[in-house]
């Protein structure tokens, strides 16, 4: 169970998560990436998919008020955050994520669904920190 595009509910779903350990050239508080749609714990309905990030965990999420991100505006939103752009360098991405994740959180999100971006028919979930 999960929102339609551009709609807030509830999600509830079994979800898959790659985990490795902290990078060292990046920035310490990620293991990869800032991340492109916010800041926070990225997870997945795609196993496979999962993996590319490292260990595979899984578990059931259930939250509230998860906004889904109409497939139109993930790109315009990542362009406009400037959450994408490697050539800033990863301290910019990560000034960008941070404001796109408050503009979300402001908003009363729990998290962010976004469906057909990283590969069609994928399932991406950003979970915000409290």
Partial sequence: ????????????????RGVK?????????FASDPGDYGCGEYWTDNKEFAAIYGKVISKVIELD????????QVLPLI???ETCKMH????KRLEGATKLTNMFKEKGYSAVLTVGYE????????????
Avoid: Q, W
């Fill in 119 to 130: 590969n069609p028919n994928i399932l991406g979930l950003c979970i915000f920190n409290a």
């Fill in 65 to 72: 008020n998860v906004y889904r991100i109409p497939k139109g």
């Fill in 79 to 81: 362009e406009e955050y």
């Fill in 21 to 29: 350990d902290k990078s060292t050239h990046l920035h310490e508080e």
């Fill in 88 to 91: 800033l360098g990863h301290e």
């Fill in 1 to 16: 169970m999960y929102p339609k595009d551009s709609e807030v509910g509830k999600f509830k779903l079994l979800m898959y």
